[in-house]
């Protein structure tokens, strides 16, 4: 089938990139002695999952339950859930400990250490835990300058009911950068800091086996991850217009893109309107401070093969997108009824607006794959 024939707004995944992608990232992470554990948040959806973790220990992270549940029944049996865990959600995490050779839990607050000892020593159910760190970003996660935070991790350790994996983080800040060099230098300080932490734990009498690390930013450029045991990225499955252009990736690495239809013309305001709004890219305002023109996201040819800088996607409302030229547009190129593709700012939030993927090699649709929803 062509894209021609897809209604839109559809989602695409263009195959021969993912692979790509999945190739390169995991043959940069056993160059740099590390194993990769892919965050499967970018697309969760099974088939894409299985390429990441090929010639892999198969160890995945999730950011919700419902993606853990998932993989857990797809036979995926060592999964990371990589966000605080929430106290009232403790039981489904046992639930999957139960199932799984190893399901991780993270967390940075003594509460939930005390609801989880709780319900250990209530159920008799252990828990595999990370500590969360802060290492720059300021999101969640300790301070490991503090000697609380020494003290805490000591708690987690000699807990009865737990088994202390180690320490976890996530450079978010890698996201403020403009240049590959700035994205090098969080990288420097996101590995600086945790083997820093973690000698210090181990200095304390703290058995820390996991030094676990990764964003897409930080993973893509580092030329270095000694100490480090674990990398997490996820969006470099897909890439995206954001990744293009803080320096992560080029355009032609995005696997992600939105496929819409031309549905009106107003050349005297040079703008042409799509069946694409907000609800097809999310309002993700992309990288502006690195590019104040990025709009919502970067055209490219419907085959996938080349950019088309001369439109940008300047604003949207739900279901509307409205695109202006950079110079006057040419209306017979894009005559109402006809498609653009467009890579997203964010591909992960734009992904999440869809149920189903079109499989994509060039303007061929090769097959549909469904990803998970919810918490
Ligand atoms: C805890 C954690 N680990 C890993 C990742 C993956 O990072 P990225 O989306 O840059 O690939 C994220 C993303 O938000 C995260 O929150």
Avoid at 150 to 163: E, G, M, T
Avoid at 230 to 242: K, L
């Amino acid at each position: 089938m062509k894209l021609r024939a897809l209604k839109t707004p559809a989602a695409l995944v263009d195959l021969d990139v993912v692979e790509r992608n999945t190739t390169h990232m995991a043959e940069r992470m056993a160059r740099l002695g590390c194993r990769l554990r892919p965050h499967v948040k970018t697309h969760k959806c099974v088939e894409i999952a299985r390429l990441q973790v090929r010639g892999h220990f198969g160890g995945i992270t999730v950011s919700t339950l419902a993606e853990a549940r998932l993989f857990a029944a797809a036979g995926f049996r060592d999964i990371t859930y990589a966000f605080p865990l929430p106290i009232n959600r403790i039981e489904e995490a046992a639930s999957l400990g139960s199932q799984l050779d190893r399901f991780s839990v993270l967390l940075d607050h003594p509460a939930t250490l005390h609801e989880l000892e709780t319900h250990s020593h209530r159920t008799g159910v252990r828990f595999s835990v990370f500590l969360k760190v802060d290492c720059g970003y300021h999101r969640v996660g300790v301070d490991p300058d503090r000697d609380e935070s020494v003290w805490f991790a000591a708690k987690l350790s000699q807990s009865p009911h737990l088994d202390f994996r180690g320490i976890l983080t996530h450079a978010g800040q890698s996201y403020r950068c403009r240049t590959l060099e700035e994205i090098s230098r969080v990288a420097g300080q996101e590995r600086e800091v945790m083997v820093a932490f973690a000698n210090r734990l181990r200095q304390a009498g703290v058995r820390v086996d996991e030094v676990s690390v990764g964003s897409t930013p930080t993973m893509s450029v580092t030329q270095d991850l000694e100490g480090v045991t674990e990398a997490r990225p996820g969006n470099y499955v897909f890439y995206d217009a954001f990744q293009a252009s803080i320096g992560s990736c080029s355009l032609s690495d995005c696997a992600f893109s939105v496929l819409v239809t031309v549905v009106g013309q107003y050349p005297d305001r040079n703008k042409l309107v799509v069946d694409g709004g907000s609800l097809a890219f999310s309002l993700d305002p992309g990288p502006r401070h690195a590019d104040p023109e990025c709009g919502y996201g970067s055209f490219i040819t419907t085959d996938g093969r080349r950019p088309m800088p001369e439109l940008r996607l300047v604003s949207m409302s739900q279901e509307h997108g409205q695109i202006y030229g950079r110079g006057p547009i040419d209306f017979e190129r894009y005559p109402v009824g006809s498609q653009l593709r467009i890579v997203p700012n964010h591909s992960c939030l734009a992904a999440a607006m869809f149920d189903r993927y079109h499989v994509v090699r060039e303007d061929h649709v090769l097959d549909e794959w469904s990803p998970i929803r919810g918490w």
